[in-house]
């Protein structure tokens, strides 16, 4: 088989970058480890910033968010019982809209098959090869027999666990990492949301975020140990956490039921540089991770692929260079300060275990100062509604 990209991975990254691709009129085939059904089951991000949505509309695949999502004028940090209300419309200008990552992929899946898109579910030993060359390769299992993608170029879309990243030679990359000491419990329940709009809530019992998919589905985090397993967890045990971390208003008026989703998320922050190898291109997750608390992944995945589906249609089109080649620095830059955001939030709102007074004393001051200080409060909207691409 031959295309003009292979695309590994087949989630937001790897779809939409497909997607724009190919309405450049830049061929396509997204090698994809698991089933669309898999894929599908996935819960993750819930916020999307305005250049997400303006990307999904470029691509046109805007309508069901524009119909469905929430549009969100501000959230709250709070500390115990103080909430600090982080107006971003009046700060910024900017709001950003809650509807969820499974959603994103589903529309864009849709949007493929609509566009008669090759997308090889169930591949498995995916091989990049020659990438530093004129005539990269990838060689793939699917259904027992060994096959062959012949192309120009390859995006790495397959995730933090996926063949890309290691396709680079290691004495080429530069890594920086911080794993964190704990991860988010996260469930999904029919019941309506805690709050209008989301909570992130430190409290002397831990992090939680109140944050919803819709007014009949809510989604809920807590903070657990790393060695904390799923099954540790019933949901009266969640709803209890959950409370004692919320300010006492909002924790009175909770409504509880069921959890439909109920799964942990270790959190890190990791980027590995540079994005490109000859050929090869990382996006999203295949280059870099960031702790949830910024809503930053999703939506960091998506300005890569800003990046990327230019400078490549460029490149297959018109043979021009020139934007393939700055690729890496154009997106690390803004990776990084999106990298500096959520390691802030993430330090802001967690317990660390055996941390001293002085550590929570240091999170009591800044969500006070943010209370009293109009200046910080914007300069947080500023990132959470997403820096300019
Ligand atoms: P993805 O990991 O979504 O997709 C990569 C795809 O590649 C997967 O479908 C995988 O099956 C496939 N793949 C892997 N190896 C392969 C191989 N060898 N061959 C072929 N295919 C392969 N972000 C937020 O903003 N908010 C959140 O609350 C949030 N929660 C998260 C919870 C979890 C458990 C995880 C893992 C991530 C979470 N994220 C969150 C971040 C998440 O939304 C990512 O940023 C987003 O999925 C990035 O999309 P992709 O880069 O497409 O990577
Ligand atoms: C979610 O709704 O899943 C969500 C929202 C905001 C975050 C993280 C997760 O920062």
């Known amino acids: 088989m031959k295309t003009e990209v ?17 309405r450049a009129g830049v061929s396509t085939v997204i090698l994809e480890r698991a089933s ?22 470029a691509a046109g695949v805007g309508a069901r968010v524009a119909a469905e999502g929430i549009t969100h004028h ?34 864009l899946y849709a949007a493929q098959d609509a566009m008669g898109a090759r997308i090889v579910h169930g591949v498995e030993d995916v091989i990049l090869n020659d990438v530093d060359s004129a005539a990269p390769y990838v060689e793939y299992t699917v259904d027992g027999d060994r096959r062959r993608l012949d192309c120009s170029y390859i995006a790495g879309c397959d995730g933090f666990h996926g063949v890309s990243r290691n396709t680079i030679p290691e004495n080429r990359r530069r890594m920086f990492e911080r794993v964190y000491p704990f991860g ?8 309506p949301p805690a709050h209008p709009e989301l909570i992130y809530a430190n409290s ?15 989604r809920y985090y807590v903070q657990v140990p790393l060695s ?3 099954e540790d967890w019933s949901d009266a045990r969640f709803w209890d956490k959950l409370r004692s ?9 909770l409504t509880t039921g069921p959890s439909i989703e109920k799964s942990i998320a270790p959190l890190r922050s990791f980027v590995s540089e540079p994005l490109r190898w000859g050929r090869l291109f ?37 043979g021009r260079t020139a934007g393939i080649d700055a690729y890496s620095e154009r997106a690390l830059t803004r990776i990084w300060k999106a990298m500096r955001f959520s390691w802030q939030m993430t330090t802001m709102l967690h317990q660390f275990e055996g941390e001293d007074g002085f550590a929570a004393q240091m999170r009591k001051a800044t969500l006070r100062h943010l209370s009293q200080s109009e200046t910080a409060r914007r300069e947080l909207a500023e990132n959470y509604i997403g820096l300019p691409f």
Request: glycine share 10%; net charge negative.
């Open 204 to 218: 002397a019992n831990g992090f939680a975020l109140a944050s919803m998919r819709n007014a009949t589905l809510s």
């Open 184 to 191: 988010w419990l996260g469930l999904l329940s029919r019941t």
């Open 245 to 253: 971390c919320l300010p006492a208003d909002v924790s009175a008026g």
């Open 36 to 57: 669309r059904d898999r894929v599908l089951s996935r819960i993750r991000a819930g916020v999307l910033e305005a250049g997400t949505v303006d990307m999904l509309h």
């Open 282 to 318: 990382l996006v999203g997750d295949a280059a870099h991770i960031v702790p949830p608390t910024g809503a930053k992944g999703l939506n960091l995945a998506v300005s890569d692929v800003f990046y990327l589906h230019e400078a490549l249609a460029d490149a297959v089109r018109h």
């Open 228 to 230: 904390d397993r799923v």
């Open 74 to 107: 501000g959230c709250y940090l709070t500390d115990d019982d103080l909430m600090v209300h982080i107006n971003f419309a009046e700060l910024t200008g900017k709001t950003v809209t809650v509807y969820g990552q499974t959603e994103v992929t589903a529309d």
């Open 6 to 22: 292979a695309i590994i991975g087949g989630g937001p990254s790897g779809l939409l970058l497909s997607q724009l691709l190919n």
